[in-house]
């Protein structure tokens, strides 16, 4: 079954320190995946987009990391901001242009 | 980059009246269209595919003559939710994909039925 499971579900840190979220998911054939940022009540917001062959990317302080091989995934954001709370979801995304989405991470970000 | 917009923003209805959002991506041309509905600390929930000029396919358990989508053009498709009820009111959120394959997502409609 292709399930797309994020961890952890929510997460409170202070402003200015670093954070990892994680993407595990089983979806194949493989054939793309995203990181999103979800502001409450908008609509997501792309930050990277990994195929196969790539296993980093960076979107200034959001750095995504892909292991294809134990199909995971991670987002690494630096020295965050308060405008970093937000939902950021995981979207893998199948050959044949199905999306794959996770339930989410809910960040808050406190001064 | 490509932008995609949703009209209304936000909508309050009363329970048995209809409602449309439309969804249009305003600097490129849509070959498909994306219609989510996302619950409170839920994730995007797929609703429905539509292609321009053709039917829209639904996903299993959405009732598509609860809702009507119609995708009239290549920067255009409406999502219908007609005759609301209290337990429609959610957040919709449309996404554009264009001929290369990227996609892009509306800033979401919130929907309440009161």
């Known amino acids: 079954k292709n399930q797309v499971e994020q961890s952890p579900q929510s997460l409170i840190i202070l402003e200015g320190k670093n954070c990892t979220l994680q993407c595990n998911y089983t979806v194949s054939p493989f054939s793309n995946l995203r990181w999103y940022k979800q502001d409450t009540g908008r609509g997501p917001v792309s930050l990277t987009i990994?195929?196969?062959?790539?296993n980093t990317k960076s979107n200034g302080r959001y750095t995504a990391t892909l292991d294809a091989d134990t199909k995971q995934s991670s987002l690494h954001i630096t020295a965050s901001q308060l405008s970093d709370s937000a939902s950021y979801i995981c979207v893998v995304s199948a050959t044949g242009n199905q999306f794959y989405f996770g339930t989410g991470t809910s960040l808050t970000v406190i001064p | 980059g490509a932008v995609v917009s949703q009209h209304p923003s936000r909508v309050i209805c009363k329970s048995g009246t209809s409602v449309k959002i439309e969804c249009r991506s305003l600097d490129f041309q849509a070959t498909t269209m994306f219609w989510y509905r996302q619950f409170p600390k839920q994730s995007l929930m797929l609703m429905a595919t539509?292609?321009?000029?053709?039917?829209?396919?639904?996903e299993q358990g959405v009732e598509k003559d609860k809702f009507l989508i119609n995708h009239a053009s290549l920067t255009l498709s409406t999502l219908t939710v007609t005759s609301a009820h209290p337990e429609d009111s959610s957040f919709y959120i449309c996404s554009a994909r264009e001929f290369s394959g990227k996609q892009f997502f509306g800033p979401g409609t919130r929907l309440t039925v009161l």
């Open positions: 539509s292609n321009e000029g053709s039917k829209a396919t639904y």
């Open positions: 990994m195929t196969f062959s790539e």
